[in-house]
């Protein structure tokens, strides 16, 4: 496995959204949809990092925004110590070369009237890689055969519609990794596939890109996924990321009350398991307007007085784990 340096470093990432309102008279000033409201994240080269939370917290934009497809509000991304901007600024096409995605539908992934071959062959063109279109059949044989699509010359010759949604969903991950990325953000990748064959895809994405030495962010609901395919896992609530760290320190010490409870309603096979389910009531407040206090105070059954006046700086809650509550501070004290 390639060494881990660190690939992606993000400070203080904001994507804020200007608001329509339906009564400007009696809403003066202007007001902000905060989707992503401060992020600092690392990922090295070669590594695994899992991205959890609720629907809405901002998994998705944070997602848009490391691949180009967002621009920040305010903030930092740096590949390899350049801005993103810069890179994207001074060859849009290069900068896609090294932050490449997949997508979670498959199916929508591919142009249906195009062969296999043609939708492989096509980016390997446009970025200049291999000679000449005998080169490029044989790289894409290859990564086929890589992937476990045999015989490979059968698959160049099939459309989309022919294939099941895993081979689809094979065959977009090895598109993206003929590339060559340096990072790459899976967006739910194996949720709309069969049971049986999300393994064999997890299994593949990560012989893959740890021999290629590519970094991932990895964003998933499940966390029995997260769990599997993460070295290290960040929790998103509203916007910000509220506790951080290595997989097992998050699955079995989570410090944050919000990680608590998203864990106690991870479902189990262990039969002796008698974890108690947490139940988070109500929904998640509106990403407008943000009080000052944390977010998650109006439906943590453990918040006090304080949660409600100040949001909660990030503390050390281990040699790489990370937590922005004031219960856990309040119980190191």
Same mark, same amino acid.
């Given at each position: ?93 290069? #900068? ?26 096509? @980016? ?33 010759? /099939? ?9 689809? &969903? ?40 740890? &021999? ?44 944050? @009350? ?28 509106? @990403? ?37 509550? #004031?219960?856990? &501070? /309040?119980?190191?004290?």
């Amino acid at each position: 496995m390639t060494e881990l340096t660190t690939l992606l470093e993000v400070k203080n990432l904001k994507k804020w959204y200007p608001c329509r309102r339906k009564n400007r008279l009696f809403s003066p000033g202007k007001e902000w949809v905060k989707a992503v409201d401060g992020i600092d994240l690392t990922v090295n080269s070669g590594e695994v990092v899992g991205i959890i939370g609720e629907s809405g917290c901002g998994k998705s934009t944070l997602a848009r925004m490391l691949i180009g497809l967002e621009q920040p509000t305010t903030g930092e991304i740096r590949y390899n110590g350049r801005l993103s901007t810069d890179l994207i600024r001074d060859d849009k096409k290069g #900068f896609h070369r090294i932050a490449q995605t997949v997508f979670q539908n498959p199916f929508d992934t591919f142009t249906p009237n195009d062969r296999i071959g043609s939708l492989l062959m096509r @980016p390997l063109k446009m970025h200049n890689i291999g000679s000449d279109s005998a080169e490029r059949r044989e790289l894409c044989l290859s990564a086929l055969e890589e992937g476990g699509l045999i015989p490979a010359a059968d698959f160049l010759n /099939r459309y989309p519609h022919e294939l099941s949604g895993g081979q689809l &969903q094979r065959i977009s991950i090895l598109r993206s990794l003929l590339l060559n990325p340096a990072f790459m953000v899976v967006d739910e990748p194996i949720s709309m596939l069969d049971v049986s064959v999300r393994a064999d895809i997890l299994a593949m994405l990560l012989v893959l890109c740890r &021999q290629k030495g590519t970094g991932i962010m990895f964003i998933s609901h499940d966390i029995s996924v997260i769990r599997y395919v993460s070295d290290r896992v960040a929790v998103m609530y509203l916007g910000r990321i509220v506790e951080t760290g290595r997989t097992d320190d998050i699955i079995l010490h989570p410090r944050h @009350p919000y990680t608590e409870a998203l864990l106690s309603n991870c479902s189990t096979i262990d039969p002796d398991d008698q974890t108690e389910v947490i139940r988070i009531e109500g929904e998640p407040p509106s @990403p407008v307007g943000t009080g000052p206090g944390c977010f998650f105070a109006e439906r943590c059954p453990k918040a006090s007085a304080h949660c409600w006046r100040a949001y909660p700086s990030v503390t050390k809650a281990g040699e790489s784990h990370e937590v922005s509550c #004031f219960i856990y &501070q /309040r119980e190191q004290r």
